[in-house]
Structures are given as structure tokens and as C-alpha cells.
């Protein structure tokens, strides 16, 4: 066997063994995601619940720190953790007060290590920070505002499955049928094809989703929930949609600044901004629709 092919053998081998163990990295980072993520909405009503948001809060400020401006004094991402961790237990009005606060603090540090500030990297900084901490606050805001504790766990869960199921969609659709590129420049693995994958399984699985949660949760814990599933199956691919557009923003970042990953809290998915990414746009619409145009009552 001539040298050269005995060689692309050898890659080939090692490149299979190699995606094989990131698959089993994946399936197992994901498992754990999601028992945790039970355990903690079985705790959605105490202050554990908030405490997990402060810490996906401040990991995300870390990671935003980190990509946006690797350069700065430690003291600047010190605060954008500190402000991520204490929104997420203060009320709305305190939260206006908290984000005037953190701006006002954050300049104030950069004005005294100025000229060792890249005041555009701290602008941007603060922006992301604070776009991210509002969406991941809306999930809170859903928690306060709902009739009742199934009510805000099912707006939740939409939340959710209009990110995930999509996403898992698009990945599968993409894989098989993508051709034609959605964002090459951006995001070059994702297709248009991957993108009605995304659509496809992201309107019926919210669908089955919402019978499954009228129909078997709250008939077991006794509650009635009514469901507009025309109402779902007309706004989902908006929630689709924005979810594609948070992961396209995120990843757009990364682009710039030449990173794959934000962080790597979860081996084989990375940090909690690329977990969560196609989240962050959903979930302040879908506060919004539930207090002024519920499909769940």
C-alpha cells in the first residue's frame, strides 16, 4: 500500500473515531442537560429557580466578555457577572435600576484604566450583556405573570421546543437534503432546507407538545388548560424564525472574532451563549404574547 493511502486510511480512521466520541460527548452533555433542567423547573416557584438563571446569566456575561473583549481589565467582566447574577432577583423596576447602575459602573471603571480600554469592544460588551440578561429575565417575568404554575411552565416549555425542536429539525433535514446555503458567510453548515426542516419540526412539535401538556400534565395535576392550536400552529414559525435568527446573531459574533465556541460549560455543545442562543429571541415574544395575546389560558 503506497504511503500516501496508507495515510488517508489513517486519518479517515481517526477522523470517524474522533466524531464518534464528539457524538457520544453530545448525547451525553445533552442527557445531563436535561435532568437538570427538570430538577430545576420541579423547583420553579423557589429562589433555586432564580439562582439557576443568575448562573446562566453570569456565565453568559463571562462568555460575552471573553469573545467581545479579551483585552480589557478583569474588573470589567467582574461586573458584567455581578450585574448578570443579581438581575435575577430583582423585581422590573429594580432591573431598570440595576442596568443604569451596571453602565454607569462599567464606564466608570474604563474612564480610570483609559487609554487601556477599547471603548468599542466595552460598548459592545455592555450591549450584549444587557440584550442577553433582558431575554433570559423574560423567563421570570413568565413565572410572575401567569395564571397559575402549569400555565408558566407550558409558555416556558414553548420556549423551549420552538428553539430546540427546530434546531434538531434543521440539523436533520440539513444533513440529508441541504444543498443550497442559508448564510454562507455566517453559518456555513446551515441550509434552506434545513431551515423548513426547522420549520416543519418546530410548528408540529409545538403542536403535539401543547395536546400532550392540555391533554396528560394537567390532567394529571387536575388543571384545566385551554389551548388555541390554531393560534400555535400561525405564531410558531415566528417563534421558529427568531429562533433562527438568535443562533445566526450568535454565530455571527463568533465569526468576527474566530471562535467556535463561546465556552465549554457543556462538552460537545459549548457554553451557555451557544446552548442558548436561539432561545434568546423567543423567549421575550413569548412573554409578550402571553400577557397580551394568550394561546394558553
Known amino acids: 500500500m503506497p504511503a500516501a493511502t496508507a495515510a488517508l486510511v489513517v486519518c479517515k480512521h481517526y477522523y470517524r473515531q474522533k466524531r464518534g466520541t464528539l457524538l457520544k460527548q453530545r448525547i451525553i452533555s445533552a442527557l445531563v442537560g436535561v435532568i437538570i433542567l427538570f430538577i430545576v423547573l420541579g423547583l420553579f416557584k423557589t429562589p433555586v429557580f432564580n439562582l439557576a438563571i443568575a448562573f446562566l446569566m453570569a456565565v ?6 471573553k469573545t467581545v473583549a479579551p483585552g480589557q481589565p478583569e474588573m470589567l467582566r467582574a461586573f458584567s457577572m455581578l450585574f448578570g447574577a443579581l438581575a435575577a432577583f430583582a423585581n422590573l423596576p429594580a432591573l431598570v435600576l440595576l442596568v443604569l447602575v451596571y453602565v454607569v459602573v462599567m464606564f ?17 460588551q455592555i450591549m450584549m450583556t444587557i440584550g442577553v440578561v433582558a431575554c433570559f429575565y423574560c423567563v421570570l417575568l413568565l413565572r410572575e405573570k ?15 421546543s420552538s428553539a430546540w425542536l427546530s434546531d434538531i429539525g434543521a440539523f436533520l433535514v440539513g444533513c440529508r437534503f441541504g444543498k443550497r446555503k442559508l448564510a454562507p ?27 400532550l401538556f392540555a391533554s396528560v400534565l394537567a390532567g394529571y395535576a387536575g388543571v384545566t388548560l385551554s389551548i388555541n392550536y390554531l393560534y400555535v400552529a ?9 429562533g433562527v435568527l438568535g443562533d445566526l446573531s450568535a454565530s455571527m459574533v463568533k465569526r468576527t472574532y474566530g471562535i467556535k465556541d463561546y ?7 459549548g457554553g451557555v451563549m451557544d446552548r442558548f442562543d436561539s432561545f434568546l429571541y423567543v423567549a421575550p415574544l413569548v412573554y409578550f404574547l402571553m400577557v397580551n395575546f394568550p394561546f394558553a389560558v
Do not use: C
Open 60 to 65: 453568559a456575561a463571562y462568555e460575552i466578555a
Open 108 to 124: 466608570a471603571a474604563a474612564i480610570s484604566r483609559y487609554p487601556k480600554v477599547d471603548v468599542a469592544a466595552l460598548g459592545l
Open 146 to 160: 401567569a395564571d397559575n404554575i402549569l400555565l408558566a411552565l407550558y409558555y416556558i416549555f414553548m420556549i423551549f
Open 185 to 211: 458567510t455566517v453559518s456555513p453548515k446551515k441550509s434552506v432546507e434545513g431551515l423548513w426542516g426547522g420549520l416543519a419540526f418546530g410548528v408540529l412539535g409545538n403542536l403535539l407538545f401543547s395536546w
Open 234 to 242: 400561525l405564531v410558531s414559525p415566528v417563534l421558529v424564525l427568531l
Open 263 to 269: 465556552g465549554n460549560l457543556m462538552p460537545g455543545h
